[in-house]
């Protein structure tokens, strides 16, 4: 007889071996030259600050919220201008 904690490990290892997703390995960043078209919003908020031997960006949560409701404001203008151009 198979005990109870027996049984739910040949489960989920059976369950591990039907979901398991095939591995397939992409760089992260792409390498090469950033062809991306960048606009400055403003440097408030944003300093570095130094710890020790090492330099770090310090940005504050007002900052953080600008950037958001740019990038929200920016996404959302281009997927309707997109939408509104199809035929």
Sequence with gaps: MVGRGEEEVRCRKEAGAI???????SDLLPIGA???????IGKNGVSVIKLGDREFLQVSPEALTLL????????????????????
């Design 19 to 25: 979901m398991s997703p095939q591995f397939s390995y």
């Design 34 to 40: 950033d062809k991306t078209k960048y606009r400055n």
């Design 68 to 87: 958001t409701e740019t990038a929200i404001h920016d996404i959302s203008l281009a997927t309707t201008c997109q939408y509104l151009e199809r035929p």
